[in-house]
């Protein structure tokens, strides 16, 4: 059953048994059967091959990209969206993968991404290759918030123009540096400085401020999810598509890590916005 003469099986099991200077079987007219220390010994092997078994699957799962860990770093939200949508199509496909999120500001994100600390973050903005492999994502619409007896609170959309006069609550962390590029560039001009209040406080503590009447808030689409009672969310309005915010997976090139692969080709198979065609 085994593929191996009764005489060669023997042979071996001697040549075994001086190796490692212990008796495995007493050898009588009547047949073989372990010794105490057979007894032990092969039990003990067993465990060693249902244990080398187990780390050539585990190992050849993970080379497969289907086990392993992904670690990806966040600079918006998982609240909803497609990232979200994503995450949740890649872990149902994968579940034996460890899911590791971090979430920082950008320079954690360009650092953990060069160190392999971070297998993929997500930024704003377009994409620069200077902060690693750049895959350009889709884009998200900007969306002015505000609390709900706000007096825009009920339009359809809202126009740069109409808050130019606003207080602006700021976060110091996450996308609050390129919110206020954003809003410098869209409303400030010669002569006039920008009503903001820049802290350094999360998605929640913004949404609460907000709630409070304590100014407005700019956010896109993914941060959106679940807002609190008394808060509306009213989308940016803009004919040059200036309130529309791309977003940009990174990864380092040389970073081999199969599940990352996968994720990498998840997006781009799936949820990479097309290119506009050129007019003409």
């Known amino acids: 059953m085994i593929g191996i003469s009764e005489s060669a ?20 007219s009547e047949g073989v059967e372990p010794t105490q220390a057979g007894l032990i010994f092969f039990d003990q092997a067993r465990e060693a091959l249902r244990v080398l078994d187990l780390a050539v699957a585990n190992a050849g799962a993970i080379s497969r990209g289907v086990a392993g860990r992904l670690t ?7 609240s909803t969206g497609r990232l979200r949508d ?12 460890d899911l590791q999120i971090v979430e920082g500001d ?4 360009v650092e953990g991404i060069s160190s392999r600390a971070i297998d993929m973050a997500v930024l704003l903005g377009a994409p620069d290759v200077k902060l690693g492999e750049p895959m350009p994502l889709w884009r998200e619409r900007l969306h002015v918030v505000l609390i709900a007896d706000h007096p825009l609170a009920t339009n359809a959309d809202i126009a740069w123009a109409d808050v130019e006069d606003e207080d602006f609550l700021v976060s110091g962390r996450g996308a609050g540096p390129e919110a206020l590029q954003l809003l410098a560039a869209r409303l400030a ?8 209040r820049s802290h350094f406080i999360s998605r929640e503590t913004a949404l609460s401020m907000v709630g409070m ?9 993914s941060d959106l999810g679940r807002l609190p009672e008394g808060v509306v969310a009213v989308p940016l309005a803009s004919e040059a598509d200036d309130a529309l915010v791309p977003l940009t997976a990174y990864r ?14 998840l997006l781009k198979s799936g949820y990479v916005e097309p290119s506009p065609s050129p007019e003409g």
Not at 86 to 97: G, I
């Open 9 to 28: 099986l023997s042979h071996r099991l001697r040549t075994l048994e001086d190796v490692l200077t212990v008796s495995l079987f007493h050898r009588s």
């Open 72 to 78: 990806l770093g966040l600079y918006t939200s998982l």
């Open 86 to 97: 994503a995450l949740a199509a890649y872990t149902a496909e994968h579940p034996e993968v």
């Open 106 to 109: 950008r320079s954690q994100m």
């Open 189 to 196: 001009g010669p002569g006039r400085s920008l009503a903001t």
């Open 213 to 221: 009447g304590l100014g407005i808030t700019l956010m896109i689409e």
């Open 252 to 265: 380092d090139p040389g970073n081999d890590n199969p599940p990352l692969r996968r994720f990498w080709s």
